[in-house]
């Protein structure tokens, strides 16, 4: 395996074997991967190709950072990558609240005011 580089082409999708040589790693480590790291979806052609997005590839290049540089292990990757994740993300994991629990909330809040 070539050594990963740190620039990534301005490409739409990457093959899995473009990922490997951009990475250093072998693709049946990224097969791995997906199975472990969630937010790792590529999206799949009819013939099932794996076809990975650049937003795909840069959590791969942090993932491989985290376990070959910083020697974490996967359950702690996955916790540091869950600690980073964006704050949109991780506002859409919440349990929506109902209507009524926001009625309730702006009823409290003006009485409070009154």
């Keep these: ?25 072998p693709p049946y480590v990224l097969r791995f991967w997906e199975t472990e790291f969630k937010r790792i979806k590529p999206k799949r052609t009819p013939s099932g190709q794996r076809l990975y997005r650049k ?8 993932i491989r950072h985290l376990l070959y ?12 990558l869950n600690d980073r994740k964006p704050s949109s993300e991780k506002h859409s994991q919440k349990i929506p609240i109902s209507t009524q629990e926001i009625l309730e909330t702006l009823k409290a809040i003006k009485a409070l005011l009154e």
């Excluded at 540089?69 to 540091?80: D, H, L, S, V, Y």
Aim: neutral net charge; without cysteine; charged residues 35%.
């Design 1 to 25: 395996m070539e050594k990963r580089t740190d620039t990534i082409p301005d490409k739409l999708y990457f093959k899995i074997g473009e990922v490997s040589q951009l990475l250093g790693i």
């Design 55 to 62: 937003n795909d590839v840069e959590l791969l290049q942090e």
């Design 69 to 80: 540089e910083k020697r974490f292990t996967i359950p702690g990757a996955k916790q540091r």
